[in-house]
């Protein structure tokens, strides 16, 4: 292992890690019975019904959805009125990881320990499935059954998210930031647009299904945007400091690619500090939501440990 | 010019060509000043906004935002109302021909005449720049300013049209049907979804803007849904009839890739007499909304004749 390899994995391990809190095993059965259903119910080619199920259901976090779901219930709402938005949200952050995978793109042959989508398919299914993902998420959260507005904020939200995600991935990718800018200014906007905007949307979805008050979204999308970051700087601390083995896809590989990484532009101690910064900007946020929030401040606590 | 390709030729000038409508040419102008508003406006890098730009306003007929704002007025809606709606359905159209261009799909270098998006910027550009016109598309049509339920209505039709459009380009790229499907079965699957699914959408998104009754839009989607699949049984004739240099793209294409087509399957006399059935049936749906379906009685015949 090389001296700066050893020195960031002893970095990251200042705080110890915890395991996984149980309430997102919990919700993550609700999820995947969710998803399951409404894949299950897909028509079409079963080609493409199984290369989504393939994308999807394949042992995820559901960190997403679990905020979705644990953010309606601070906000007081019932957590199975956000369940259509909660799963529409994975399909979108699947949607993303198949394009991202694509050999134009990152070119990565593994996800989560198997063979990432158009290595299983080929290519043009996983361009069309990525695609199909996409607009099924708009299906899910304007059920006819939904009360209206909500399906309309629940689409604002997730379209405006999803286009900045995209942003993100173009800055990370191909560049194109102002000439000026820092790399510190474009490591910021590439996290904040690639990783962050879902993760602030997936709070405020939760909020919106549970019709939340003007305060009780502003607290939800404080703690959103405060975890969003950090768990982009906790993913890059990831890649640098743990083995391909363990995280279950290429590690490394933002570093060999000269990608902006927070550990290589800031360094391992400064990130670090950021995370540290950023969940008790995060658990701060919810205190307003009283206890109904303790499950938000115990998910915070656990994605700042992390290490896959 | 073969014997096979000069039949098709005279049968698909049995019908006289006429030029195209005068009111198709007005509402073009309409239509491409509100892209081009919307896409000026967007933010985050200029290479994906050039992207995108070089991808819609590159002399579309705009023929799906048109039948939305026509729709709008035919039932009796103000068809200001309808340009947001007719604006996205052009992105989605325009988001399908980029990632159907693409070396894993149709591998087309020539569209409109100009070079295909990834020919212009790369695979990696074009894959994202065709992912958030898609998202952008959801932006444009839930509008803070208007009506909740008309924004929620229209992110149905438009999800749904947009899945069963990849779901349509899946069978017509990698197949899949079920094994006691005939030709002709797979050839009207591909083509309700690939193509009518959105056309019909764009008649039932002016419908929706002009917060129509059920008969109207009724009348709207049974016009939509004949033209939808008239559009396509014309495409695939102009395909072995018409000249690269006349058409701005490769013709001749689905014949050599031995894809299904309404000429390949039926012959050309019978896909004319489907074309002349389906522009009859879509004039009788619009009758009862009287004079201000006028318009799109005139464009259906234009549709029916048009060579490119």
Known sequence: MSLVLYNLLAVHA??????????????????????????????????????IKYSVLNGGKRLRPALTLLSCQAAGGDKCDALAAGSALELIHSFSLVHDDLPAMDDDKLRRGQPTLHIKTGEAMAILAGDAMM??????????????SIGNQLTQELADATTRMIVGQVYDTLGGFAADSTPAQKLKLTHQNKTAALIRAACRMGGICADSSDEQLKALTTYGEAIGLMFQIVDDLIDVTQSTEHVGKATGKDQQAGKLT???????????????????????????????????????????????
């Open 14 to 51: 200042i705080i110890d890690p915890i395991c996984e809190p149980s309430i997102l095993e919990d919700l993550r059965g609700e999820i995947e019975s969710d998803l399951s259903m409404r894949l299950d119910a897909l028509t079409g080619p079963k080609s493409l019904q199984d290369a």
């Open 262 to 308: 927070y550990p290589g532009v800031f360094g391992p101690d400064e990130s670090k500090a950021q995370v540290l910064h950023l969940r008790n900007e995060a658990k701060k946020a919810v205190i307003p939501l009283g206890d109904l929030a303790h499950p938000l401040i115990e998910l915070c606590d656990y994605m700042a440990v992390r290490t896959k």
């Open 135 to 148: 607009s099924l998420a708009f299906q899910w959260i304007t059920d006819p059954q939904q009360d209206v």
